[in-house]
Each structure stands twice: as structure tokens, then as C-alpha cells.
């Protein structure tokens, strides 16, 4: 079989969705199709039907041209074996893996990857560092997640966890994530943890036309909600977006300082509340970054949006296919 490999299937898996995608070499997902995770009916059925999804995404094109799968999961997952390790979004599928699966049932080779390690990939090829050697990709969004282009090559470290961005301590003793760090970029600059400064101050009595936007349920405040109050000139509001700008600035120079990237690329929800003060965090970052960083702070929003994992995917696969056909 030495049919030329025009196309590779990209793969997204999260606790609520599932994405498949046909890519072509120009980077571009040309078909592609989603559907529910549903965790709780269990991992074979979730890789069947993820199965279906890329079988669907594949209808149009010859079998023989699709060179290879990629893809990125919700974890935390060992990427060699696929097999999770109690991951909190998708219960019930700890000590479980779908990769020996689904490589016998689409007869190709399959890559777990690191969701955020594969979007600084797609950035560093096709987003704003296009060509770029060295670029540190951070999503700000649900969670805080990064990932780290150094030499033109994904760093993975030794177990696949490198680039665990959300959890540098930007402000030792300030409020923790879901793993229980203290102060960590996570804790207070993720969608969740935004929401969860709010709530907190409101719950010790804090007035805040929050609570009128929620129609008095204090524990329904999101993200987005903060943002729009701090628009409006709500005092909490404010206090809380300028305490995300001071950690996201922290966090941004470190990454700076320890990395040297070309590009640091920022993506995910919270970073569109941010858009606004834009100015004023790089301004920040540029405060608390080495002295060879002024006037040269490169930081850049993520042309890319939603798809970047997929992209990330989709190159990684073309990588593979490529190096193993020589
Ligand atoms: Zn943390």
C-alpha cells in the first residue's frame, strides 16, 4: 500500500462533547462532526460512537488516503497508553483507554496528545506565530491550560504533564484551584474561579449589582457576569478583574522570563473579557517581566478560537504519518 496521505482525523474529547474532524495538508478541517461524550454510559460506548464520528467525517474521501488519528482528551491521561487516571469530567473511565480500540477498528495509528501542547502547535504553524520556534500557547477558559513550543518542537516532558501553566503560584495564599494549589493562575484567573471570588465576597455580605444580575442567586454568578459588572462600573467587579490582570500578568512574565518565546499566544472565554484591558495587563506584564522585555512584550490573542486543539491535532497527525512513511 503506498497511496499518498492527503488527510488525517483530528479528535477532541471532552466531558461534555466529543469533535472529530477530516483535515487536509493545508491545515484546514474540511469535514467534521460532534457529539455528546455522555461519560457516565461508559468508555466503549463513547469510542464507538466516536468511532461512527470519524468513519462519518471520512465518507467523502478514499479510506486509504487518511494517514492517522490524533487526539486530545480531557484527563488527566497517560499518553502512551491512553489510559486514564481518575479523570474528574469523564467518570467512570479511570484505569480505561480507548486507543488499542480504535486504532484496530479505523486500522490506523493512534496519538493521545496534550490539548493545550497540540494548540501551541496549530499557533506555531497556522495561528499569528506562523513559523515561529519558540511559543508559549496558555488558554484561559473553564480551566488554565498551556502548552510550550521550544526549537520548533512540542515539549512534553517525561510524563506528558509539561506546560501545567494554570498552576504556577502567582500569589502564594490567595484562592486555590480544584487540585488544592495555593494561588495559582487556575484558582484565580480561570472562568470558575472568577465566578467563585464573586460568590465569595457576596456570601461575607459584599452588595453588588452581581446579585441583581442573577436575580439574587449569588451562586449562579459566572465569569462573564463578573465582567460585565466591572463594565458597568461595579466596585466588586472591578476589584476582581484587576485581581485576574495582576495574576494573569504574573503568570504571563513568568512564562516570559523562564521561556523566551517568540509568541505567547492567549486563548479561551476569559481572555475575551480581558479584550477590554488588553492594554493595561500587557502593560502590567511588561512591569513585572525582565528589563529586556520593554517595549517588547509579545503578547497576542489566538487567532484560532475553538478549533486550535483540533488544528494542534491535525498537524501533530501529519507529523506522524509523515515520519513514519519516511
Ligand atoms: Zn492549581
Redesign the pocket.
Known amino acids: 500500500m503506498s497511496s499518498q496521505i492527503n488527510y488525517v482525523f483530528a479528535g477532541d474529547i471532552g466531558g461534555t462533547n466529543m469533535r472529530a474532524a477530516l483535515a487536509d495538508r493545508s491545515g484546514t478541517l474540511i469535514e467534521r462532526g460532534v457529539c455528546q461524550t455522555e461519560p457516565e454510559l461508559g468508555l466503549p460506548q463513547a469510542e464507538e460512537n466516536l468511532r461512527a464520528l470519524f468513519e462519518e467525517v471520512a465518507s467523502g474521501v478514499p479510506r486509504d488516503e487518511v494517514g492517522g488519528v490524533v487526539i486530545s482528551s480531557a484527563g488527566p491521561i497517560d499518553p502512551d497508553s491512553g489510559i486514564y487516571v481518575h479523570p474528574p469530567n469523564l467518570p467512570g473511565w479511570h484505569d480505561m483507554t480507548m486507543k488499542p480500540g480504535l486504532a484496530t477498528s479505523l486500522n490506523l495509528q493512534v496519538t493521545i496528545g496534550h490539548d493545550a501542547t497540540l494548540g501551541a502547535l496549530a499557533e506555531s504553524r497556522y495561528g499569528v506565530g506562523k513559523g515561529a520556534q519558540h511559543l508559549v500557547y496558555v488558554t484561559l477558559s473553564t480551566g488554565v491550560g498551556g502548552g510550550v513550543i521550544a526549537n520548533g518542537q512540542m515539549v512534553t516532558g517525561a510524563h506528558g504533564h509539561a506546560g501545567e501553566i494554570?498552576?504556577l503560584l502567582v500569589r502564594p495564599g490567595g484562592q486555590?484551584?480544584n487540585?488544592?494549589?495555593d494561588g495559582?493562575l487556575?484558582?484565580i484567573s480561570s472562568g470558575g474561579g472568577i465566578a467563585r471570588a464573586a460568590t465569595i465576597a457576596m456570601s461575607a455580605g459584599r452588595a453588588s449589582s452581581m446579585s441583581d444580575m442573577t436575580g439574587g442567586d449569588i451562586e449562579a454568578v459566572s465569569a462573564q457576569i463578573v465582567f460585565e459588572a466591572a463594565a458597568n462600573g461595579d466596585p466588586l467587579g472591578r476589584e476582581i478583574v484587576e485581581s485576574v490582570i495582576d495574576a494573569v500578568a504574573t503568570g504571563f512574565a513568568d512564562i516570559l522570563n523562564t521561556l523566551d518565546p517568540e509568541y505567547l499566544v492567549v486563548g479561551g472565554a476569559v481572555t475575551g473579557g480581558l479584550q477590554p484591558y488588553w492594554n493595561d495587563l500587557k502593560a502590567l506584564v511588561e512591569d513585572k517581566a525582565l528589563p529586556h522585555f520593554k517595549g517588547s512584550v509579545p503578547l497576542y490573542v489566538s487567532p484560532l478560537g475553538d478549533d486550535v486543539s483540533l488544528v494542534g491535532a491535525a498537524t501533530h497527525a501529519f507529523d506522524l504519518a509523515d515520519s513514519r512513511s519516511g
Request: aromatic share 0%.
Open positions: 494554570g498552576h486555590s484551584c487540585v488544592g494549589c495559582c487556575e484558582g
